[in-house]
């Protein structure tokens, strides 16, 4: 199954390892460090303001849909 992120990025639900809500790298310590480390595979989905964090195993999305819309989707799949 899949995930639509935002925009045109859809990615295999199996690839999902984590959704975070944006306020949370601001104030996550390992999230920050995280972001920080992975500069090259970071990928921002829109120019609309990012609301959620999407962390896959091999990149990770600033997406501009929230990050309980973003868990809705994700919980139907699984």
């Known amino acids: 199954m899949y995930i639509h992120l935002g925009g045109e990025k859809i990615i295999r639900s ?3 390892v984590a959704i975070f809500d944006i306020s949370s790298e ?3 310590d390992h999230l ?3 972001t920080a ?3 090259k595979q970071i990928e921002t ?3 609309e303001e ?3 964090l999407v962390v ?4 990770i999305f600033y997406s501009p849909i929230s990050s309980t819309t ?3 989707r994700a919980s139907i799949i699984y």
């Open 14 to 16: 199996a690839e999902l």
């Open 26 to 28: 601001k104030t996550s």
């Open 32 to 34: 920050q460090q995280l």
């Open 37 to 39: 480390h992975a500069t």
């Open 45 to 47: 989905i829109s120019d």
């Open 50 to 52: 990012s609301k959620s």
């Open 56 to 59: 896959t195993k091999s990149k």
């Open 70 to 72: 973003l868990k809705r």
